[in-house]
């Protein structure tokens, strides 16, 4: 079984000893409920059947309705969504699983059909993003991928607000049942967009110097600490060394310097005392590894949990583990595919394939009716 036993040696995350290493990242699914973006039995059911994973994180969730870029994502700012995600949550806690839920603002990649009002988009600045789509739904069940119009700059004042609003949603996410949050940092979206020299041409105490740049980042991370504590919190980044025609569709935005952006942005997480941090890796075929200096000087500044997705076999994964310089990984497209990959991995067992064309929207076709293997999940690894 190679060095696949690595997965299971228990890894401690803020207050939770995890049964194993095995992440199931934030996966967006397009299946909420309409109209009111709500969590529903089904989603409840996806990650019941995966909650043999050490560790879930939902999807992204918005935090508020200005933060959605593609339709039939899921909400945690009304009443409705509240009670929607404590279904899941409570069928997760069911099966002894542990899960966060991803705290989601797009910024500018979105599109006035997704506006309240038909408005223009919200960003640091008024940079319209490239080789980026929004998808806006042209009628009940379907959509299309659009290009996001320029966005209109913040207010200092407004910036202020969208600090509370990670707060309300944090407390909601606590008060919807779930274990703690994932604060989206990466991707392209807003606070990424506040991080990156690219979209953010700001002359205030929000812009221009890479302290500047973090500085939503260290409010967001200070204030949602103080609600909920730090030990319920981590962040995910994506720290993309090599310019592709491809990163800002699939991972986000290249900066110039981003060895040094990203160390000094881990150093954020790290004074305020966050449980984990995840780094997702670019997942397109061939793309480039990140450096092993980089990975040394992640684990050199960050004294939480560190999670890599990426384009990660099981082999590979169990190589970066053995390291050391990684506590867990995660896998997406095959955790979709295998909903007991624990239990494959532990045993084996052949993988699943993924079809592709069910990944978002639609029902319970490509979602929950992926077949579990035949043999009996072992116990050892039911946790």
């Given at each position: 079984m190679s060095s696949n036993h690595v997965y299971f040696n228990p890894v401690q995350l803020g207050h939770h000893l995890l049964q194993n290493r095995i992440v199931l990242p934030p996966l967006t699914r397009q299946r909420a409920a309409?109209?009111?973006d709500v969590a529903t039995e089904l989603m409840a059911e996806y990650y019941r059947q995966r909650a043999t994973a050490?560790?879930?994180?939902?999807?992204?969730?918005?935090i508020e309705p200005r933060g959605q870029g593609y339709a039939w994502t899921?909400?945690?700012?009304?009443?409705?969504?509240?009670?929607?995600?404590?279904?899941?949550?409570?069928?997760?806690?069911?099966?002894?699983?542990?899960?966060?839920?991803?705290?989601?603002?797009?910024?500018?990649?979105?599109?006035?059909?997704?506006?309240?009002?038909?408005?223009?988009?919200?960003a640091p600045s008024a940079i319209a993003p490239q080789k980026v789509k929004a998808?806006?739904?042209?009628?009940?069940?379907a959509g299309e991928l659009v290009s996001p119009p320029t966005p209109r700059a913040l207010t200092v004042s407004e910036i202020k607000s969208l600090v509370d609003l990670y707060v309300q949603a944090a407390r909601n996410a606590i008060a919807a049942g779930f274990?703690?949050?994932?604060?989206?940092?990466?991707?392209?979206?807003?606070?990424?967009q506040f991080i990156s020299v690219h979209a953010n041409n700001r002359s205030d105490e929000y812009g221009g110097t890479l302290h500047n740049r973090?500085?939503?980042?260290?409010?967001?991370?200070s204030a949602v600490a103080a609600a909920i504590g730090p030990e319920r919190m981590g962040v995910r980044f994506t720290p993309l060394f090599e310019s592709t025609d491809q990163d800002r569709v699939y991972i986000g935005l290249v900066e110039d310097?981003?060895?040094?952006?990203?160390?000094?942005?881990?150093?954020?997480?790290?004074?305020?005392?966050?449980?984990?941090?995840?780094?997702?890796?670019?997942?397109?075929?061939?793309?480039p590894d990140l450096p092993m200096k980089f990975r040394q000087a992640v684990r050199s500044a960050f004294s939480g949990a560190v999670i890599y997705a990426g384009k990660y076999t099981i082999e590979r994964g169990a190589r970066l583990l053995e390291t050391g310089l990684a506590d867990m990984v995660a896998f997406g497209r095959t955790f979709i595919a295998n909903p007991d990959l624990p239990a494959r991995i532990a045993n084996g067992w052949p993988l699943n394939t993924l079809d592709a064309a069910t990944l978002y929207g639609g029902g319970a076709e490509g979602f929950t009716d992926y077949p579990f293997h035949p043999h009996q999940v072992p116990d050892n690894v039911a946790g």
């Open positions: 309409q109209p009111g050490g560790f879930i994180v939902t999807e992204g969730i918005q899921p909400g945690i700012y009304t009443n409705e969504q509240v009670e929607g995600w404590r279904k899941v949550t409570d069928a997760v806690h069911a099966e002894g699983g542990v899960i966060f839920a991803q705290l989601w603002h797009v910024g500018r990649v979105s599109h006035h059909a997704l506006q309240p009002n038909g408005d223009a988009p919200i998808f806006i739904e042209t009628a009940p069940g274990d703690g949050i994932e604060l989206h940092c990466a991707n392209g979206y807003l606070v990424n973090l500085r939503f980042l260290r409010e967001i991370v310097d981003p060895h040094a952006t990203y160390i000094e942005a881990i150093k954020v997480l790290e004074d305020a005392g966050v449980a984990y941090l995840s780094i997702a890796e670019a997942d397109w075929d061939n793309a």
